[in-house]
T-cell receptor, first 115, second 113 residues
Framework: KAGVTQTPRYLIKTRGQQVTLSCSPI?????VSWYQQTPGQGLQFLFE???????NKGNFPGRFSGRQFSNSRSEMNVSTLELGDSALYLC???????FGAGELFFGEGSRLTVL | GDSVTQMEGPVTLSEEAFLTINCTYT??????LFWYVQYPGEGLQLLLK?????DKGSNKGFEATYRKETTSFHLEKGSVQVSDSAVYFC????????????FGDGTTLTVKP
């Protein structure tokens, strides 16, 4: 079974630009969540999607948005990039919490550098 | 809200030493508890889990027991290897907060030969 795939793996942007990151979950997983990982803040929850609906959202500004498609693939977008957005963005998929313990399967991440 | 507190790192051990990484949590409802491991340049991967009180999760020689009375889920290994060097995250998933897991800050383990 293929794992969670994230693209691109690395990208460099400048302040004010926007970026879109993509995530393909494990086949059969309908829940996709996104996390931001930075050395200072650790792993911070961004949002979670299930069946194309955002079910939960973390404490991030509106510049951070996401969506999920009917095939469960997900994208997240960050607009008007700031230096502080430099981070590793991790996508994770899982079966619905009703049917499992809630364990997450992570991709290798997209490392964003904002100059 | 939910929270997870891990012992501060980094932790440096010699090969074959005993490892303990402390983890305590606060949560509403009845969470499932996890340990994830992150090797350099990679995403996180599940190491072990426990879904109810007194459950013991185990994998690759690592163990952790879900202690509801002390709200703890400490990670242990009897004899660490150099290949265990990584960052370890304690986490919980609360079924009252669909789709969201809460993570500790992570503990960096370095094992020296």
């Amino acid at each position: 079974k293929a794992g969670v795939t994230q693209t691109p793996r690395y990208l460099i942007k400048t302040r004010g630009q926007q970026v879109t990151l993509s995530c393909s979950p494990i086949s059969g997983h309908r829940s996709v969540s996104w996390y931001q990982q930075t050395p200072g803040q650790g792993l911070q929850f961004l949002f979670e999607y299930f069946s194309e609906t955002q079910r939960n959202k973390g404490n991030f500004p509106g510049r951070f948005s996401g969506r999920q498609f009917s095939n469960s693939r997900s994208e997240m977008n960050v607009s008007t990039l700031e230096l502080g957005d430099s981070a590793l963005y991790l996508c994770a998929s899982s079966v619905d919490r009703r049917f499992g313990a809630g364990e997450l399967f992570f991709g290798e991440g997209s490392r964003l550098t904002v100059l | 809200g939910d929270s997870v507190t891990q012992m501060e790192g980094p932790v440096t051990l010699s090969e074959e030493a005993f490892l303990t990484i402390n983890c305590t949590y606060t949560a509403t409802g009845y969470p499932s508890l996890f340990w994830y491991v992150q090797y350099p340049g990679e995403g996180l991967q599940l190491l072990l889990k426990a879904t109810k009180a007194d459950d013991k999760g185990s994998n690759k020689g690592f163990e952790a027991t879900y202690r509801k009375e002390t709200t703890s889920f400490h990670l242990e290994k009897g004899s660490v290897q150099v290949s265990d060097s990584a960052v370890y995250f304690c986490a919980l998933s609360d079924n009252t907060n669909a789709g969201k897991s809460t993570f500790g800050d992570g503990t960096t383990l370095t094992v020296k030969p």
